[in-house]
């Protein structure tokens, strides 16, 4: 029995809620079951009323607004609790076509990848400005440069993971989940692939991107967080190389000065020297450091994965959940 589950990650949204729970699929190829999951994150309106009323087979309800990384991986949690194979998430406000969602799980079902985004046609959207979409751009780029994979549209929350590659996330972000999940699956050697979908009509402004520089900004601390999180060594031995390298430039300058004769008056440039050689050879002690936190970090999360599979997440059918240990 396959079962797929379908989320929707919400914050007041009754305007909307019924409409996107009414479009998507109650058959899809390859499922047994499939039912509808609706995450809310601490909605003041009646969201959740709606949603029930418009056929919502499962409700979380967040006790206060976490944002939205938050109410993602809640969905993740109780999505595998409930026994989903296959997990897609899609927005409240209907911006995905549902009749995209075959596509999007299909890699997943043949297992041909762990994670599935799906890639919006971006320069074809309307409401997207110039600007908007050359961000999108750079962004996708930063994020393919850091994680290793090749997805064209990484800010799409328009996916599809495996029971497994659920149990696998960790998000540390209270921002968003999408660059994010994308760089962990990239560092954990999980299969993400790429697919084109549809967007539907244009109905409200994202809530998400409330101005470019705000986004710009949470989405650069989130890349350099999440590449000092699985790469602590390359980031703090390269931060520590440059400066390093830097100050023994500046040494090197001044004794080829005092050498000549001419070493008065550069004494600031020994000064700087001093300092930068110090910088550097702290942040490659810290690499050192940090390298061995990330593996007492890995190990922890060996261990996490090994509890979701067992104690923590049984399937709704009692049997013990078989995971890629």
Known sequence: ????????????????????????????????????????????????????????????????????????????????????????????????????????????????????????????????????????????????????????????????????????????????????TIIQTGHKNMSVLSVPVRTNAFVRPSRLMKSTLRYVWHSLITIVRIFVVYRPFRFFMTVGGVLFGIGLLIGIRFLYYFMIGGGEGKVQSLILASILLGIGFQNMLVAFMADLLSVNRRLIEDVQYRLRCGEVYPRASGEKEKCDV
């Open 1 to 180: 029995m396959k079962k797929l589950i379908i989320q929707i990650p919400c914050l007041n949204e009754e305007e909307h809620i019924g409409h996107t729970l009414a479009s998507l699929p109650r058959a899809v190829p390859g499922f047994d079951q499939v039912e509808l999951l609706v995450i809310d994150d601490g909605s003041s309106d009646n969201t959740v009323a709606v949603a029930r009323a418009a056929g919502a087979d499962h409700v979380v309800s967040l006790s206060s607004h976490q944002g939205l990384a938050r109410a993602f991986i809640a969905g993740l949690d109780r999505a595998v609790e409930l026994g989903a194979d296959v997990i897609v998430n899609t927005d409240a406000d209907n911006q995905y076509c549902a009749d995209d969602i075959p596509q999007l799980t299909l890699p997943v079902l043949e297992g041909r990848a762990d994670m599935v985004v799906g890639e919006r046609p971006i320069e074809s959207i309307g409401h997207f400005s110039a600007a908007k979409k050359r961000l999108q751009r750079l962004g996708s780029w930063v994020v393919r440069a850091a994680s290793g994979t090749q997805i064209p549209d990484a800010p799409s929350g328009f996916r599809a993971l495996s029971a497994d590659a659920a149990r696998r996330l960790n998000i540390f972000s209270n921002y968003t989940y999408t660059l994010e």
